[in-house]
């Protein structure tokens, strides 16, 4: 049972992530379309929360790592090179996020770099989605293919379909967040690419069959059930999205896509259970131990709730239109020749890191014992132990960072420097 719910982690990881680092992907891709004075709108929206939503990217890894290392053994080998090209396409788009904000001049060429990073991740993610469902080819539990396997007409088809997902929700975000688009070209370009998005999932949709080697078996009333009622979500999701683009209230259409996406994704598991990797790799035989998966659900299940409060907060910090965030309502800088006020000696540092150091070690001392890395003494801290240690080491550290703040210790020392 706990295997099913290590798969039901990775599902909704995989969601969020879909969901939410999805519409910043498209913002981004979005964004090499757009005139030089949009480009700086488009990443200052995405910046306020990009990093909270590639967390979820992480959990996935995570739990397909301790929970179903049969799938991430099959995998992983498979598909080294899209995703190599995907981590260093996230990389380099931070980079051109920030940079396009902060730097003075080629603010093109960051701009460009940001957009086309987003766009070769977004290839790469899909060309990972074609090869799983493929099917990899494995032996004995391990990958037995070559190095290009990943490669395939199918893949092409996945990687250009998730390309117009995360444009749709893209555009759906931009409609919520700013006030540069008209109403009229705000319905013309989400409609264009919700058509786009209903063609793309029919295509591969009728390929699927013939692309995947697993044996489907919508026969059954119980997955038929959960199948059509998913399509029958995402279909009125989509004629929401199609009414909202363009009207108020500008939350609707992202929403919709959101739950769009989402029922795609229960629809495909709908008829893939309990096969995890095609052909024929099952839940069952991709876990790991029970008492891995214990201290997986566990450990993992307490800290979405974390993931979860940081993205609400950050929405919630960065609510409403762009020309209405906090930045807006930042006090001036001072002027010229003046020098900006003087930020109390940071006299805690040492005691702040010697702090993080110990918590750090403290922590990964725990997960060994817990793990009996150590060899014979995995009783003395079980999974819970571990859970309960993480969380009070995780309450130590945000509350003497916050006591630190408060006394101002985290300030810059500008006491000496003067704008010039």
Request: hydrophobic share 50%; aromatic share 10%; charged share 15%.
């Amino acid at each position: 049972m706990l295997e099913y719910a290590a798969y039901a982690l990775v599902l909704f990881s995989l969601g969020m992530y879909v969901v939410l680092d999805g519409y910043d992907l498209g913002v981004g891709m979005l964004s090499l379309a757009a005139r030089p004075e949009r480009r700086r709108e488009y990443g200052e929206i995405v910046a306020t929360a990009w990093d909270a939503n590639e967390s979820w990217l992480i959990l996935v890894g995570v739990v397909l790592w301790a929970g179903l290392p049969g799938a991430y053994a099959v995998v992983l080998p498979g598909v080294y090179l899209p995703l190599i090209v995907m981590l260093v396409s996230i990389i380099l788009r931070g980079l051109g996020l920030e940079m396009h904000s902060a730097a003075g001049r080629y603010r093109r060429g960051w701009a460009l770099l940001f957009g086309g990073a987003s766009l070769a991740a977004t290839v790469c993610q899909g060309l990972v989605l074609g090869a799983v469902l493929t099917g990899p080819q494995q032996q004995d539990g391990a990958f037995r293919g070559g190095a290009f396997d990943w490669f395939s007409l199918y893949g092409v088809l996945c990687a250009l379909g998730l390309v117009v997902v995360y444009l749709l929700a893209g555009a759906a975000w931009l409609q919520e967040k700013t006030e540069g688009w008209s109403r009229s070209g705000v319905r013309r370009t989400g409609r264009s690419l919700l058509l786009a998005t209903v063609v793309m999932a029919l295509v591969l949709g009728l390929l699927l069959p013939g692309a995947d080697p697993q044996q489907f078996h919508l026969g059954q009333p119980v997955r038929a059930m959960l199948f059509w009622l998913a399509v029958g979500v995402a279909a009125v999701a989509g004629a929401v999205a199609w009414y909202g683009f363009g009207r108020s209230p500008d939350w609707r259409p992202f929403a919709a896509v959101a739950t769009m996406t989402a029922s795609g994704l229960l629809g495909l598991a709908a008829v893939s259970l309990p096969v995890v990797v095609p052909p024929g790799l099952t839940v069952q035989q991709a876990a790991s131990p029970h008492s891995s998966q214990l201290f997986l659900v566990l450990g993992v299940g307490l800290c979405m709730p974390f993931v979860l409060a940081y993205n609400i907060y950050a929405w919630r910090s960065f609510r409403g239109k762009y020309g209405d965030s906090v930045e807006s309502r930042l006090p001036p800088l001072p002027a010229r020749g003046r020098s900006l006020p003087a930020a109390p000696a940071s006299t805690s540092a040492p005691r702040t890191i010697l702090r993080r150091v110990l918590l750090t070690v403290l922590g990964v001392l725990a997960t060994g014992l817990s793990q009996d890395v150590f060899g014979g003494i995995s009783d003395l801290i079980g999974p819970i132990g571990v859970t309960v240690l993480g969380c009070a080491a995780l309450a130590a550290w945000i509350v003497g960072d916050r006591r630190d703040g408060r006394a101002g210790y985290f300030d810059m020392d500008t006491g000496a420097e003067t704008t010039s």
